[in-house]
């Protein structure tokens, strides 16, 4: 039976019925006393709000650990992970991609705001901070408007030598991007390694025996409401010898894949700084490996779970010790002894492992 075969007379009850119940708002028949149990609880987000973008700690002292949450601010733990303090709740901004401490005056700790890790629920920073004592009070040293910092890179010897990769907004062109250095702590900032407004940088990294020798990763990349773009004609591999005055550009010829290229991330070996491993993204991407210092490079593995979200993760980190022992982190973490030929999956610590989930 349909409504409209219903007769008139029910049609004016139920209209009177309808204007009753919502002229009368329910609340004001609610006893105050039945709630007073009803306590609020956070119900989310989880996964989006509580990974972690960037860490670092101090070499002589392990036990002090910084890292830097993807929209979570800063935290420190002074006890190797036991219990942690939040550090950063009184800045403006919440937003973390990077992390640095310098190694011989531990005091100084560098932050860069705005995860790198570009999603579409990603938020956004607002410049670099630096702590002169050990992360209590926070200093906002600019490039504000480079939207992402994903990595810092600091001289070992001169605290005042900083290098900054910025890779500017996610959601359309802007000039405050690329690689910056600073040479007076912070105080000013020169950008020496620049492609075009939609190009950024997504890694900068030091030779641990050769301050002066830097290794860039150059990324296009761009995100629409309806799509993302990663790769382009902008991105590219760069090598400095001179501390960032100048800049050679590493392409196919040089062993790495061919075609436009996306998002890549480097690795130096400290116990074989010759040994430099490069996780790049492209058509078909790669780990490569150059056992010459970055001058020639060739593939080494190209399964599909060494990159399997590039334009996400894209992480490499050669052991300290044993430079054919190396991590490739993407959506779980994988060891390999051979220099990177084979892989293996962590059983202790990967997530998709029964009881990990």
């Given at each position: 039976?349909?409504?409209?075969?219903?007769?008139?007379?029910?049609h004016r009850c139920l209209a009177v019925v309808a204007t009753v119940l919502f002229a009368t708002p329910l609340w004001a028949s609610l006893d105050p006393d039945l709630l007073a149990g009803m306590k609020a609880r956070a119900i989310g987000p989880a996964a989006i709000g509580g990974r972690i973008a960037a860490v670092d700690a101090v070499a002589s002292d392990p036990n002090f650990i910084v890292i830097g949450v993807a929209t979570g601010g800063v935290w420190i733990s002074e006890n190797g992970g036991l219990t942690w303090t939040p550090v950063f709740d009184d800045e403006d901004v919440a937003s973390i991609g990077a992390v640095a401490i310098n190694q011989k005056h531990p005091d100084i700790i560098w932050v860069g705001t705005g995860e790198g890790n570009t999603r579409n629920s990603t938020s956004i920073g607002g410049g670099i901070y630096k702590s002169v004592d050990g992360g209590r009070t926070w200093r906002n040293m600019g490039l504000e408007g480079s939207e992402r910092i994903n990595r810092i890179a600091l001289h070992p010897d001169n605290p005042d030598i900083v290098y900054v990769?910025?890779?500017g907004t996610l959601w359309g062109p802007n000039s405050e991007r690329g690689v910056y250095r600073?040479?007076?702590g912070g105080e000013s900032w020169e950008r020496i390694l620049y492609v075009d407004e939609q190009t950024g940088?997504?890694?900068i990294k030091m030779d641990p025996t050769n301050p002066d020798k830097l290794f860039a990763g150059m990324w296009q990349f761009r995100r629409w409401p309806y799509q993302f773009r990663s790769g382009g004609p902008g991105s590219g591999m760069y090598v400095s010898l001179d501390g960032g005055?100048?800049?050679e550009q590493r392409t196919e010829e040089d062993g790495l894949p061919k075609g436009e290229l996306g998002?890549?991330?480097?690795?130096?070996?400290?116990?074989?700084?010759?040994?430099?491993?490069?996780?790049?993204?492209?058509k078909k991407s790669a780990l490569l490996r150059s056992d010459d210092g970055g001058v020639s490079w060739k593939k080494v593995n190209q399964e599909y779970n060494v990159a399997d979200r590039p334009f996400y993760y894209t992480e490499v980190i050669a052991d300290p010790q044993n430079p054919d022992r190396v991590y490739n982190?993407?959506?779980?973490?994988?060891?390999?002894?051979?220099?990177?030929?084979?892989?293996?999956?962590?059983?202790v610590i990967d997530c998709c492992a029964p009881g990990n989930t």
């Open positions: 039976m349909t409504l409209r075969k219903l007769p008139n007379r029910f990769a910025a890779l600073s040479t007076d940088a997504t890694d005055d100048s800049w998002r890549m991330a480097f690795s130096i070996a400290p116990s074989n700084p010759d040994r430099v491993y490069a996780l790049v993204e492209a982190m993407a959506t779980r973490l994988r060891v390999s002894i051979d220099g990177g030929r084979t892989f293996e999956y962590n059983p």
